[in-house]
């Protein structure tokens, strides 16, 4: 009785209550109007809507749909076959070993997380297309091009090796735990440092890899710009895409079929969310890798340091220099094709072209809007989120831990939609929706797990003495976290800022649905402008919005800031 009675809520704490509930209201508004959407037989807004499993029953009957779900999997699947062990390797190599320039690198191996996917899509198709640069200059010297772009086993291998990096940095920040006395005993027993690696090291972080892998496999679902770019020629599709197009094939906005895929997808997700989270909290646990001994000592790679080195940076050209090269080459030609001269198709028209075309600078501006007072909004909600919870028992928060789940389950693509029906629906909203305020209520929904973690991860580095000593000077929780709690959390807090404004700049799949006259932002007018065949206009804009995340970045690094964080 005491514990309930301990649990209830007090006077002092309705104010965390207030911005819990806060938070748990915008995420399950728009989750739960889709789930409404799905159970009726016409839009919700319309007068002829009523209960209905028409939706379910067309969705589930169209081949189209399996057939997505299909190659979702097996693109789920791929990434976990290369992108787990590419990524383990990569981190044993940057963190454990001698390699040669391992501080730039542990930088530059994070670079393929901030570039828009969308971007590397269009990149590799005017690079490695059929009338790509490296294609033609390979055709005019050895003939026919033996790689097909397009193919489901080229879109496999690229989004694979692009999502590497999501492996390595939960792999690399377990190495960086683990003593050096295993590895020593290893060494001195005559193993080499491949075995040492695999019999050894690995082992020891075996649920941060797991993690890696339940968090791509659940990315593999998530997937909407590369395969949209490199599977839309071959008709082929994933689920992401069959959303999008769904419109697009009957004609007129379907809403109930659209609610229906969108409670598919997360049907999938949900449970992918779960099990990573319970992974990672198995990965914290995990005996091994504590210990006094956290600095270790290099393992000496010898004659492969070189080899190992010349093997990252050709991973590095294949998903980050080819991409990027060809779609800035491709921003100064008029034209490209087999036979034609460099020199005569150099121009500077394709920038030109962004002010004549219609909402194209506007969505420049709006980008570095969102990116930079946006994302202070949204670290100030994480924040507010954060401090609510932080060293709170009550089981409001409990359930709040919980429900941030939602919106990590829910694709970029899907969370726009999302809200873009919570702006139609409620009525105060509605004049909202063609502003910057729809786009920025969704990118802060799809990035609040990874926000929160960000701003958790700062707050928690202050000792909990520091805030009890307040507590006993008479300062109440409002003012502990005011004077003590956010000082102290500020580089932390910019950090979080400037890690938002990166993600916020790339963001492409979320405002799809959103963007309208007013709110338009880079990444949605890429993919507008690819589906209308504007490839100059998209090769110049991709160029500067990842000028525009490159200029973040060295902001970042000059702050001392880690990418890593």
Do not use: C
């Amino acid at each position: 009785m005491a514990t309930a009675l301990a649990a209830v809520p007090g006077g002092r704490d309705l104010w965390r209550v207030a911005i819990i509930a806060t938070g748990a209201a915008a995420i399950l508004a728009p989750v739960a109007l889709v789930v409404y959407q799905s159970f009726l037989s016409a839009p919700f807004f319309s007068a002829r809507a009523r209960f209905s499993l028409d939706g379910y029953a067309f969705v589930l009957a169209d081949e189209d749909f399996w057939v997505a779900g299909l190659n979702s999997v097996i693109l789920a699947a791929s990434m976990v076959a290369i992108a787990v062990p590419v990524g383990a390797a990569l981190a044993y190599l940057v963190v454990r070993t001698d390699l040669p320039a391992r501080r730039a690198l542990e930088t530059l191996v994070l670079v393929p997380l901030f570039v828009s996917p969308m971007v590397l899509a269009f990149g590799y198709v005017v690079s490695l297309g059929p009338v790509g640069f490296l294609t033609t200059a390979y055709e005019s010297v050895l003939g026919a091009a033996p790689w097909n772009i397009y193919s489901m086993l080229a879109t496999a291998l690229i989004v694979a090796l692009t999502h590497v990096p999501h492996v390595y940095l939960y792999v690399a920040a377990a190495l960086r735990l683990v003593p050096s006395d295993s590895e020593e005993a290893a060494r001195v027993a005559g193993a080499g440092p491949g075995r040492t690696a695999l019999t050894v090291t690995l082992p020891m972080v075996l649920p941060s890899i797991g993690v890696g892998a339940v968090l791509v496999f659940f990315l593999g679902f998530e997937l909407f710009g590369l395969p949209y770019v490199l599977g839309d020629p071959e008709g082929r599709l994933v689920l992401s895409t069959y959303l999008y197009k769904l419109t697009t094939r009957l004609g007129t906005p379907s809403y109930q079929l659209m609610a229906v895929v969108v409670v598919a997808i997360m049907v999938v997700t949900l449970p992918l969310v779960t099990l990573q989270r319970l992974v990672t909290a198995q990965a914290r646990r995990y005996a091994t890798v504590r210990g006094k001994a956290v600095r270790a000592r290099l393992v000496p790679l010898g004659r492969w340091r070189w080899l190992a080195f010349a093997a990252i940076m050709l991973w590095l050209v294949a998903v980050v220099i080819v991409p990027l090269a060809g779609i800035t080459l491709r921003s100064v030609v008029s034209s490209w094709g087999l036979g034609v001269n460099l020199a005569d198709v150099l121009t500077l028209r394709n920038y030109a072209a962004i002010d004549s075309m219609r909402g194209v600078g506007r969505s420049i501006v709006n980008t570095a809007l969102i990116a930079t007072f946006g994302a202070a909004l949204s670290v100030a909600a994480y924040a507010a989120f954060t401090l609510a919870t932080h060293r709170w028992p009550g089981w409001f928060s409990r359930v709040f831990d919980y429900l941030v789940l939602l919106p990590r389950a829910m694709p970029g693509i899907v969370a726009g939609l999302a809200i873009f029906w919570l702006f139609l629906f409620v009525a105060p909203l509605k004049p909202l929706l063609n502003t910057l305020a729809s786009i920025w209520l969704a990118y802060t929904l799809v990035w609040m797990p990874f926000g929160l973690r960000l701003v958790s991860n700062a707050v928690g580095q202050i000792g909990e003495e520091l805030e009890d000593a307040a507590r006993v000077a008479g300062a109440g929780p409002g003012r502990v976290a005011r004077d003590v709690v956010l000082p102290l959390a500020r580089h932390g807090l910019l950090a979080s800022w400037l890690l938002t404004f990166l993600l916020f700049a790339r963001e492409y799949s979320t405002g799809i649905y959103l963007i309208g006259p007013g709110s338009e932002v880079m990444g949605a007018m890429l993919v507008s402008l690819w589906s209308a065949g504007n490839i100059d206009v998209v090769s110049a804009l991709s160029v500067i919005n990842t000028v525009m995340i490159a200029l973040g970045i060295a902001i970042a690094l000059r702050l001392g800031i880690a990418l890593d964080e």
